[in-house]
């Protein structure tokens, strides 16, 4: 069965980094999202991207995050400069039909 | 918002009980779906439910949706040990929109 992948499954790094996350999304998909989860609270949404560009974004989604799909499989999240408050799982999500596919996510630890 | 909000926040039951889980929203939706997260992994789609329908049936799930109270419920029969998780209720817009989730549900099903 087809499967949202994600890497890397961890990631520590020191605030004030740069980090990507990455996403490789169901093929033939041509919605992908962005969530985040603070550990045991909901998930919240952060971006959309369609049709190589960003469709909808959340508060959240500010001007250290980016979003780029560089070579049509891969979908990738920047955080410019990481703050102790973006430690979290962050999940990548695909979708051709209503239902969502999950990535496992990335947990990311700024310290 | 249109965030669904799910109560009870946890839920502990025997084997074999039956969990109810509930869920509210606030603003028009296209359809609403529920998923469920095991401790620290991602999220897996369990089941959908359109505006237009009151009642869905997937093996041992059960929903329900009233629009006219902007609710929804989750029932899962019959209930075992491996149902232990997270279940998270998320709005949909009108299909492909960004998914909301709710702050989810933690079932223990003890054996």
């Known amino acids: 069965e087809p499967e949202v992948t994600q890497t890397p499954s961890h990631q520590v790094t020191q605030m004030g980094q740069e980090v990507i996350l990455r996403c490789v999304p169901i093929?033939?998909?041509?919605?992908f999202y962005w969530y985040r989860q603070i550990l045991g609270q909901k998930v919240e949404f952060l971006v959309s991207?369609?049709?190589?560009?960003?469709?909808?974004k959340s508060e959240i989604f500010d001007d250290q995050f980016s979003v780029e799909r560089p070579d049509g499989s891969n979908f990738t999240l920047k955080i410019r400069s990481t703050k102790l408050e973006d430690s979290a799982m962050y999940f990548c999500a695909s979708r051709d039909r209503p239902e969502a596919f999950f990535g496992q996510g990335t947990r990311l630890t700024v310290v | 918002s249109q965030q669904g909000e799910e109560d009870p926040q946890a839920l502990s039951i025997q084997e074999g009980e039956n969990a109810t889980m509930n869920c509210s929203y606030k603003?028009?939706?296209?359809?609403l779906q529920w998923y469920r997260q095991n401790s620290g992994r991602g999220l897996v789609h369990l089941i959908l439910?359109?505006?237009?329908?009151r009642e869905k049936h997937s093996g041992r799930l059960r929903v329900t949706l009233d629009t006219s109270k902007k609710s929804s419920s989750l029932l899962i029969t019959a209930s075992r040990a491996a149902d232990t998780a997270s279940y998270f209720c998320a709005t949909d817009r009108r299909g492909n929109t960004p998914l909301v989730f709710g702050k989810g549900t933690r079932l223990s099903v003890i054996a």
């Open positions: 439910i359109r505006s237009n329908e």
């Open positions: 093929s033939n998909h041509l919605y």
């Open positions: 603003t028009s939706i296209n359809n």
């Open positions: 991207f369609y049709n190589n560009e960003i469709s909808e």
